[in-house]
């Protein structure tokens, strides 16, 4: 939200320009990129920074509270626990939108919270094309204390954690296949890390193996990118290991954290950048003005479930023994910020954390950023429309 950064973009762009910026993202990595990428980054002044850093590290203060487990202990699905747990997570992403207060000033409000991985391949490829193709500041940054040339050597040795690259797996489902198949490339590019169908792994008593130019090769570690919910739906998948079986291998990013830090945890957050949320199971009697509300189920992925305006009816229809798995939440309004050539535009803000092993605390690395002219955050609300997608933050200093 700097002015004058933002006149001088918008006065350089031209849709003939975004074209080729587009043209050369699919063209880079000889890989289309499967989602838009929006016409524009976020600039993001000092003082929103300082903001969004104070909402966040409010968030961090319950995550690293010594009883975390206990409290989120009911959020893992007892068919779906996996063994082997570390101490904490390895990954957090915080989901921000940005509000006016009562005093006009713009302040970050969370949306979602996620232990798991998001595009840490991509956001770095991103922000370099946008510095390439488009006048962005030299004193602005996407990453928290990192060169993109540092950063990558981070991301590296977080996900390889010592091992040979060919012994450790990106895991998804079709990884080629999926919309964040590009991160999934990159990533591979920066730490060569193969990206593995799950179907394509087996298991030799505790150990797993893939195959790799005619090779069997073990596993040592997997960087985990399989979502529960879309592995459930996979009816047709018929994977040698499954989960939750005890196999000899680490976790970049232990499943079971998805469940723990997730939609689950925001109710026990006290913070004012957390909107008013409960469980569903815990409301008596509903609230009269639900349409100042959202129905959101704890473990959906992408958006999929949420009801935006909510009737008694939805809530009626739920059967009270699996109201434990909905959140009743109070709506946020997104204020738009960003001025596009015919109109402002709302933006979601994801600060992107790596905890380390042996740090107290988790560090944010870099950033998310997605435009919508939309109800939500999402591509089914934002079809057939401009300057909106993914995109980035570069922060003042």
């Known amino acids: 939200m700097i002015k004058a950064i933002r006149e001088q973009y918008n006065a350089f762009f031209s849709e003939a320009k975004y074209q080729r910026f587009v043209e050369s993202l699919d063209r880079h990595f000889s890989f289309p990129v499967k989602f838009r990428v929006a016409e524009t980054p976020v600039f993001v002044d000092g003082a929103l920074k300082q903001k969004l850093l104070q909402a966040a590290e409010s968030i961090v203060d319950f995550i690293v509270r010594p009883d975390l487990k206990r409290i989120t202990e009911s959020a893992i699905p007892p068919n779906l626990r996996v063994p082997n747990e570390d101490s904490h997570t390895l990954f957090l992403a915080l989901d921000f939108a940005l509000v006016k207060d009562a005093e006009g000033q713009l302040q970050p409000r969370l949306i979602e919270m996620q232990g798991f991985p998001s595009l840490f391949g991509w956001q770095d490829f991103l922000s370099e094309q946008y510095r390439h193709h488009f ?130 945890t925001m109710p026990f957050i006290n913070s004012e950048f957390v909107p008013e949320c409960r469980f569903l199971n815990d409301f008596e009697t509903f609230p009269d003005d639900l349409e100042n509300y959202v129905l959101k189920p704890l473990f959906s992925f992408s958006g999929s479930g949420i009801i935006f305006h909510v009737k008694k009816e939805d809530l009626d229809n739920i059967p009270a023994e699996n109201r434990h798995n909905y959140l009743l939440q109070r709506k946020v309004v997104y204020e738009p910020v960003i001025q596009a050539p015919d109109g402002l535009v709302k933006t979601e803000i994801r600060l992107l954390y790596i905890w380390q092993p042996g740090k107290s605390r988790p560090a944010p690395v870099t950033n998310l950023a997605r435009l919508s002219r939309g109800e939500m955050i999402g591509v089914k609300f934002n079809k057939n429309k401009t300057w909106v997608g993914g995109s980035v933050c570069f922060f003042e200093n």
Do not use: C, M
């Open 135 to 264: 006048p962005v500041p030299d004193n602005l940054h996407s990453h928290f204390g990192f060169s993109s040339e540092a950063y990558r050597a981070f991301i590296s040795s977080i996900l390889l954690n010592g091992h040979d690259p060919n012994e450790v797996i990106l895991l998804e489902i079709d990884p080629l296949q999926q919309n964040t198949a590009i991160d999934f490339v990159i990533t591979k590019h920066i730490t060569g890390i193969e990206p593995v169908h799950i179907g394509d792994v087996t298991r030799v008593g505790s150990a797993l193996f893939y195959q790799k130019n005619g090779r069997q090769i073990q596993v040592k570690r997997i960087y985990n990118r399989v979502i529960f919910d879309e592995l459930i739906a996979r009816s047709d998948l018929k994977p040698g290991f499954t989960f939750t079986e005890d196999v000899d291998v680490e976790w970049a990013g232990h499943p079971n954290w998805f469940f723990r830090i997730s939609k689950f």
